[in-house]
Nanobody
Framework: VQLQASGGGLVQAGESLRLSCAAS????????IGWFRQAPGKEREGVSC????????DYADSVKGRFTISRDSAKNTVYLQMNSLKPEDTAVYYC??????????????????WGQGTLVTVSS
C-alpha cells in the first residue's frame, strides 16, 4: 500500500492549487482517504476526507466552500481542489488511507497508511 501526494507549490493569496493523492497496491474505493495538513509549530489537522464506498465527504470549517475533495476510480487517485487560498493555508499537506470506512473522520490517529507530504505555500 503506497500513497503519493503531489501538486503543492507556491501561490499568491486568492489563487488555486490541486493536490493529487495517487494510490498503488490497493483500490481506493475500498478505503477512506483523508487530507491533512501541518503548519510549522502546529499539530497535524484534518482538512477533508472521502469515505470508502459511496464517497461521502467532510471538510474542516476553515476550508468549507473553498476546498473540494474528489475521487477518480479509473486513475486510483484522490484530488483536493483548493480555491481562494489564504496565507493561513500554508502547510505541508498529507494524504492518508484507512480501509472500509463508510464514514470518514478527520482524526489522524484513525488512518493507517500515509503518503509523504507536499508543501503548499500561500503568499499574501
Amino acid at each position: 500500500v503506497q500513497l503519493q501526494a503531489s501538486g503543492g507549490g507556491l501561490v499568491q493569496a486568492g489563487e488555486s492549487l490541486r493536490l493529487s493523492c495517487a494510490a498503488s497496491g490497493f483500490t481506493l474505493g475500498y478505503y477512506a482517504i483523508g487530507w491533512f495538513r501541518q503548519a510549522p509549530g502546529k499539530e497535524r489537522e484534518g482538512v477533508s476526507c472521502i469515505s470508502s464506498g459511496l464517497g461521502s465527504t467532510d471538510y474542516a470549517d476553515s476550508v468549507k466552500g473553498r476546498f473540494t475533495i474528489s475521487r477518480d476510480s479509473a486513475k486510483n487517485t484522490v484530488y483536493l481542489q483548493m480555491n481562494s487560498l489564504k496565507p493561513e493555508d500554508t502547510a505541508v499537506y498529507y494524504c492518508a488511507a484507512v480501509p472500509l470506512q463508510p464514514r470518514c473522520t478527520p482524526f489522524p490517529s484513525n488512518y493507517k497508511y500515509w503518503g509523504q507530504g507536499t508543501l503548499v505555500t500561500v503568499s499574501s
